[in-house]
């Protein structure tokens, strides 16, 4: 919890409360230190009880309801007050992110509040941030029982719960992560502001480029990393794309109470290839494509994995990459980027809803095993076959999750098609670039 710095002496009365600018900012803002969101929404709490405390009086109910309410609605995705207005066009899942923390911060302050014991002198400055107030914020704090103390207050306590809620949702698990507090000074929260902002103009884009994801998700977490990267270790653990825990989202990401290297506390997991176009490029011989499904399906599965940091040309960069070890491959490790299985699975096109209008023969169809395609240098940009044809489909039928995710980091992005369950290869003829050698990625089980 944070340590109140104010201090009382009877007798006191040359010195104003605040003839420091910077000191009563730097009060209730954390401290160095590690936190939960909801830790530091207690934290910020003294703000909010002052204000309930000054303008309640003989109803402190009614005022913390309709202060509360309007947090609700400046940090809501709609509506006249919101914050952050994700209308038709906006990253639709990160409103639903937004939504999601929105409503759990509201608890978390609902449930520490303590305005019975807040201290009614307690003022600070805080400069006007843009928020808008409902009509009975407005009521309240601008009426006959409100002042400027308690508007300064209820800004600067908004204003700091909007930062904390646009800094966490890149995370799948963001109530578990732990955000540590690196410097203590009178910008406290607001330090997220600028890459809150960065942030925030992706999102209201609908265009959000997974850099921009990470490097916000640093900014709460290790804000000394640089720029870029698929994901990060830091103090307290280690946060990587959320889908390789079975999370259907391409964007965010996930938070583990884990290291991957000792030999740095933070470091940022950077791509193998910063181009992927400037990679080796390599093609499926014609001899590994099958005729049927039945001669290209892999008994083969994973007999062991691990994961492997090399260090980059500086301390502050490495590469993840996995290493698998197939049965039936004696002594050969197949090392595939972590990186790139990310970019391979976010590129992927899922297959559109079956709509009933799919040709039933879905034209000139081969089979490929998986294992031929890690065996490849670089990434498989195309396939070589007696018979090509325009429309041939190079599928890969899955049966081992894993190795599914190795081949997502094998296989050159942009025309790869991502199918799930039945083997409606049909439907796969209008999902990718429509040009080019497509590859199915076709996961049975």
């Given at each position: ?15 104003s409360?605040?003839?420091d600018k910077?000191?009563?900012?730097r ?6 230190g590690?936190?939960?969101?909801r ?10 009880d ?5 303008v309640g ?5 009614a005022?913390?309801?309709?202060l509360l ?6 940090l809501?995705?709609?509506g ?7 209308r038709?066009?906006?990253h ?6 937004a939504?999601?923390?929105s409503?759990?911060?509201v ?6 509040l ?11 400055t805080?400069h006007c941030?843009?928020?808008l107030w409902?009509q009975?914020?407005v ?6 029982r409100?002042?400027s103390?308690?508007m300064?207050?209820y800004?600067?306590?908004?204003h ?6 646009n800094a966490?949702?890149p ?5 578990e ?19 809150s ?6 999102v ?10 990470v490097?916000?998700a640093k ?8 720029s870029?990267?698929?994901?990060f270790q830091y103090?307290q ?15 965010l990401?996930?938070y ?6 000792a ?5 940022l ?11 080796e490029?390599?093609?499926l ?6 005729l ?12 062991k ?6 260090a ?16 039936g491959?004696?002594e050969?490790?197949?090392p595939?980027c972590?990186?790139?299985i990310?970019?391979?699975w976010?590129y992927a ?6 709509n ?7 034209g ?10 890690l065996?490849?240098?670089g990434?498989?940009?195309?396939a070589?076959?007696s ?6 489909l190079h ?6 999750p894993?190795l ?12 790869v098609?991502?199918l ?5 290869f ?6 990718g670039?429509?040009f080019?050698?497509k590859?199915v990625?076709w996961?049975?089980?």
């Open positions: 919890m944070f340590e109140p710095q104010y201090r009382f002496k009877a007798g006191e009365t040359t010195r409360w605040n003839s910077n000191a009563a900012r009060q209730f803002q954390p401290r160095p590690v936190y939960r969101a830790e530091l929404i207690a934290g910020f709490g003294p703000l909010i002052t204000c309930i405390h000054r009086r003989d109803r402190p109910e005022t913390r309801d309709v309410d309007g947090l609700a609605a400046i809501a995705t709609s006249r007050e919101s914050s952050l207005s994700l038709h066009g906006a639709s899942e990160m409103a639903d992110q939504d999601t923390i409503a759990a911060l608890g978390y302050v609902r449930e520490s303590d305005y019975e014991n807040a201290n009614p002198k307690f003022s600070m805080s941030d843009g928020h409902t009975e914020v009521g309240e704090l601008m009426g006959s409100g002042d103390v308690v300064q207050l800004n600067e306590w908004s700091r719960i909007v930062l904390l809620r966490l949702m995370f799948e698990n963001w109530d992560v732990p955000i540590v507090i690196v410097a203590e000074g009178s910008q406290g929260m607001r330090i997220l502001e600028t890459p902002d960065s942030f925030i103009r992706h209201l884009s609908g265009r959000l480029p997974q850099k921009a994801v490097d916000m900014a709460l977490t290790a804000p000394s990393l640089p870029g990267g698929f994901g103090s653990g280690v946060v990587l794309p959320a889908f390789l825990n079975g999370s259907s989202s391409r964007s990401l996930r583990y109470p884990a290291r991957e290297t030999s740095a506390s933070e470091v997991f950077d791509y193998e290839y910063a181009l992927y176009d400037n990679a490029k390599s093609e011989p014609p001899e590994t494509a099958k049927s499904q039945g001669t290209a399906e892999s008994a083969t599965d994973v007999s994995l691990k994961s492997r940091t090399i980059g040309t500086d301390g502050s960069r490495a590469h993840l990459r996995i290493e698998l070890e197939l049965r491959h004696l050969a490790v197949f595939v972590l990186g790139q990310a970019r391979g976010r096109s899922r297959v559109p809803r079956s009933g209008h799919y040709p039933a023969d879905p000139h169809t081969l089979f490929h095993r998986v294992d031929d395609a065996a490849l240098p990434l498989v940009f195309s070589l076959a018979e090509q044809h325009d429309d041939t599928v890969f039928p899955i049966s081992d894993l599914g995710l190795a081949l997502f980091g094998k296989l050159y992005p942009g025309n098609v991502s799930s369950g039945v083997d409606d049909a439907s796969t003829l209008q999902a670039r429509g080019g050698t590859f990625h996961q049975r089980t």
